[in-house]
């Protein structure tokens, strides 16, 4: 069976911004299938178009974004700012952890500017756990459950800081500069949302910000451009850097 690689994050262009270019590498390297799964079809993420009309475009565009490299898109089909740790959510993720069966899982940092991602973040390292637990909900998932915990990581929190402006380093960086136009052209896929974000957060690039961040994320660690991750290591998850071997990761401290 070919090894899946599922990214587990809040909105629907979230996994262009912070960890698009580590699953393109490794479908493109390593021939590995890509899942790339959003909490909420982003029906918060307009001014103008009610919440229905504009999750139907956004899911249209992560299906879209995803279909650059091959990808399945997945909506687990929360609602934007609503997103929160339950039975509900962590059943529909380990339902389709079971079903991708990925040997890594991708989400948000634990710390990050808001609370749909860290509330991904608590979700999906539930799952992962939860995924391989043969009894969890037996009387209601008929999915066979994961041989064992996935590979569990943590991408950069938006502008690599935690909700206090405090600096959070990854603990190893991806070298993306040979995809970065691919990463790029995943993202301008989600076209509703660089109207939107200029309105509310004033960022006028939407593209450009990500070119931004993974240059300042290349810089230290010598290359130009570069997605940042810490892996999970608590007791029982994988404790062997996979991605890291697999991609030949650098530390994000190299080089200062
Ligand atoms: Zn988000």
Not at 44 to 65: H, T, Y
Not at 174 to 194: C, F, N, W
């Amino acid at each position: 069976m070919t090894d899946a690689i599922l990214s587990v994050l809040a909105h629907p262009d979230d996994a262009e911004f912070l960890c698009a270019g580590t699953l393109i590498r490794l479908t493109r390297e390593h021939g590995w299938q890509v899942h790339i799964a959003s909490m909420t079809p982003g029906d918060c993420g307009s001014a103008e178009m009610p919440p229905d009309e504009i999750a139907r475009v956004r899911r249209a565009e992560g299906a879209g974004a995803a279909a650059v490299l091959g990808a399945t898109y997945h909506c687990v089909e929360e609602r934007d700012l609503r997103i929160v740790y339950g039975e509900g959510p962590l059943e529909r993720v380990v339902r389709l952890m079971r079903q991708v069966r990925p040997r890594v899982v991708l989400t948000h940092s634990p710390a990050d500017y808001m609370l749909d991602h860290e509330q991904t973040s608590t979700i999906a390292r539930a799952a992962c756990f939860a995924a391989a637990v043969p009894n969890f909900l037996r009387e209601r998932i008929s999915e066979r459950p994961l041989d064992h915990i996935p590979h569990l990581y943590y991408c950069d929190p938006i502008e690599g800081k935690d909700p206090l402006g405090r600096a959070v380093e990854p603990g190893l960086c991806i070298d993306i500069s040979g995809v970065i136009e691919t990463k790029a052209e995943m993202l301008a896929r989600h076209a509703s949302q660089r109207e939107w974000l200029r309105k509310q957060h004033g960022m006028d690039q939407y593209v450009q910000a990500m070119r931004d961040w993974g240059a300042e994320r290349g810089r230290p660690c010598g290359v130009a451009y570069a997605e940042g991750f810490r892996q999970h290591l608590g007791h029982s998850y994988p404790q062997d850097n996979l991605l890291g071997k697999l991609l030949g990761a650098t530390t994000g401290h190299a080089g200062g």
